[in-house]
């Protein structure tokens, strides 16, 4: 059975920062490339950063890069998004998913996703 599970979202002041975490079970956790989508009310989930299985090359939306940083610890079977100079339409709930094939910026490219975390971020 795949579990994913976020943690470290919060309250925060705008400008300051955050680290998610994603614990991935039930998978050869370095075979999969991990996506960290969010999501507000009544919007799509969206792209938020990605890496590759390997973790050797990250990307992201344009919307984050330079404040986001993704890493993937095989070893630890984890993923981190570290958030740095949030604003307040960084308010979502965070997502974090596991795709077997490659790299994407689409929700239908994942095949495991959790159950999120709630980041909000006040101005």
């Known amino acids: 059975q795949v579990q994913i599970t976020e943690s470290g979202g919060d309250l925060a002041q705008t400008g300051a920062s955050l680290r998610l975490s994603c614990v991935v079970s039930?998978?050869?956790?370095?075979?999969?490339?991990v996506g960290w989508f969010r999501q507000t009310p009544g919007r799509e989930r969206e792209f938020v950063a990605g890496?590759?299985?390997?973790?050797?090359?990250?990307y992201y939306a344009v919307a984050v890069e330079g404040r986001f940083t993704i890493s993937k610890d095989n070893a630890k079977e984890m993923s981190f998004l570290q958030m740095s100079r949030l604003r307040p339409e960084d308010t979502a709930v965070y997502f974090c998913?596991?795709?077997?094939?490659?790299?994407?910026?689409?929700?239908?490219?994942?095949?495991?996703w959790g159950q999120g975390t709630q980041v909000t971020v006040s101005s």
């Open positions: 039930g998978i050869i956790f370095s075979n999969y490339a």
């Open positions: 890496i590759s299985a390997n973790g050797a090359v990250p």
């Open positions: 998913g596991a795709r077997r094939r490659g790299t994407g910026e689409r929700v239908r490219d994942y095949d495991y």
